[in-house]
């Protein structure tokens, strides 16, 4: 399993990070993790395959994970390297995605889900939920204090291999369970210090959950401006001696 980090920021315009948005690769197939307003050009940047893109996850529906899927899909209708593709492009997402991607849709002759190829879109309203977005990867949600419908997301692959995204959330002791012992835990980790709201990470809850979790690997993103004059990974290793890394647009891990 791989992941590319497209975007390590937040919805703050930041010079070096785009927001919210990963690609995860298995031998069976791609998924997007969120789609801020940036990913759509940012897996082009990355010479990533997106025409072949298989499925979509959607945590949330804060314009910095989701704000890109109707752009998305808007250019995957149009552009000359799709209009031979067959394969199905599958959605998971939060509850109320359809309503949302509908809304956009009716507002003008869009014709967002008339594609070259079926989309379809799945809507995770009950948590946990599980599903497979494609053969070889099972997938399995947790709801996170955030927003009403925000999830985590924790995905294994056939070799076994487990990566947790937590995406946007507040502190939470059972998502640390919900991590426990994944190869790579995709962690946001909002603030330093003196967290403005409840409902976002700082330094020392991220490493307290991380503690509690216990992954291999430790990437911490969702980084707010504030973070460009800290050493993120120097300071986290001081409350938690696990391998901690400061995700950045353009990281490639092997999982
Ligand atoms: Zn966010
Ligand atoms: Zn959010």
């Known amino acids: 399993m791989r992941l590319v980090v497209l975007g390590s920021g937040t919805s703050v315009p930041h010079p070096q990070r785009a927001s919210a948005a990963f690609w995860l690769e298995t031998d069976g197939g791609s998924l997007l993790l969120d789609c801020s307003a940036d990913a759509p050009h940012r897996m082009a940047q990355e010479n990533l395959d997106w025409p072949n893109l298989d499925a979509i996850w959607i945590s949330h529906l804060h314009l910095d994970h989701s704000g890109g899927l109707a752009s998305l899909l808007f250019g995957m209708k149009w552009a000359s390297q799709t209009q031979s593709r067959r394969k199905p492009l599958k959605m998971f997402s939060c509850a109320g995605l359809e309503r949302v991607l509908k809304a956009i849709d009716d507002s003008n002759d869009y014709g967002?889900?008339?594609?070259?190829?079926?989309?379809?879109?799945?809507?995770?309203?009950?948590?946990?939920?599980?599903?497979?977005?494609?053969?070889?990867?099972?997938?399995?949600?947790?709801?996170?204090?955030?927003?009403?419908?925000?999830?985590?997301?924790?995905?294994?692959?056939?070799?076994?291999?487990?990566?947790?995204?937590?995406?946007?959330?507040?502190?939470?002791?059972?998502?640390?369970?919900?991590?426990?012992?994944?190869?790579?835990?995709?962690?946001?980790?909002?603030?330093?210090?003196?967290?403005?709201?409840?409902?976002?990470?700082?330094?020392?809850?991220?490493?307290?959950?991380?503690?509690?979790?216990?992954?291999?690997?430790?990437?911490?993103?969702?980084l707010y401006p504030e973070w460009d004059e800290i050493d993120l990974e120097a300071t986290a290793r001081a409350l938690w001696p696990g391998e901690t890394i400061a995700a950045r647009d353009g990281l490639r891990l092997e999982i």
């Open 112 to 222: 967002l889900f008339k594609q070259p190829f079926p989309v379809e879109l799945h809507e995770c309203s009950d948590s946990p939920s599980e599903f497979e977005p494609f053969e070889g990867l099972r997938c399995a949600t947790f709801s996170t204090p955030h927003t009403r419908e925000s999830l985590a997301l924790r995905a294994t692959d056939s070799e076994q291999k487990t990566m947790v995204y937590s995406s946007d959330t507040g502190f939470s002791e059972e998502l640390a369970t919900f991590a426990r012992d994944a190869d790579l835990f995709v962690l946001e980790c909002s603030f330093y210090e003196a967290k403005p709201v409840q409902t976002h990470l700082e330094l020392a809850e991220a490493m307290r959950i991380a503690q509690l979790a216990e992954p291999r690997k430790l990437l911490l993103t969702h």
